[in-house]
């Protein structure tokens, strides 16, 4: 005997009505969790590497992608992304400014080699020279 189940259109309506409406609860569960998030995922590290490399043998990536295809790329990009990439950005200035500071400062603490006229090959070496330093910086810290 087959398994009776609801149709799709009725699922996939209950879902988005009770989905959309825990908002509340998502914020509630951020800011109380069972565990703390950052000793929880620094414990699973090898677990996701493992998962990582294990989707990467099975090429999982690429079927993803050629499973969504470039319109539901753009359609979500369109109607979500736009709406939320000017207050993503807004919300995230002060942590731009912080992440940047230490680059900057080493930008500004180089002194690149002598700049050669247009087309000299030695003029090669100022771009080593940044980057050189802003790679070590993001090593190194």
Same mark, same amino acid.
């Given at each position: 005997m087959a398994i009776k189940v609801k149709d799709t259109a009725t699922i996939a309506k209950k879902w988005a009505t009770r989905a959309g409406a825990a908002g509340q609860d998502y914020t509630s569960g951020v800011q109380n969790p069972s565990t703390d998030w950052a000793t929880a995922t620094t414990a699973a590290a090898n677990t996701y590497a493992s998962g990582v490399q294990q989707a990467v043998s099975d090429g999982r990536f690429a079927k993803g992608v050629s499973k969504a295809g470039t319109s539901k790329w753009q359609t979500? $990009?369109?109607? @979500?992304?736009?709406?939320?990439?000017?207050?993503?950005? !807004?919300? *995230?200035? *002060?942590?731009?400014?912080? $992440? #940047?500071? &230490?680059?900057?400062?080493?930008? $500004?603490?180089? !002194?690149? &080699? $002598?700049? #050669? &006229? @247009?087309?000299? &090959?030695?003029?090669?070496?100022?771009? !080593?020279?940044?980057?050189?330093?802003?790679?070590?910086? @993001?090593?190194?810290?």
């Open positions: 979500n $990009a369109v109607n @979500k992304g736009s709406s939320r990439y000017t207050q993503g950005v !807004t919300a *995230s200035t *002060s942590n731009y400014q912080t $992440a #940047m500071d &230490p680059y900057m400062q080493t930008l $500004a603490g180089l !002194t690149l &080699p $002598a700049r #050669m &006229p @247009k087309g000299d &090959p030695s003029n090669i070496n100022r771009v !080593t020279a940044v980057d050189t330093a802003l790679r070590n910086k @993001k090593i190194n810290g």
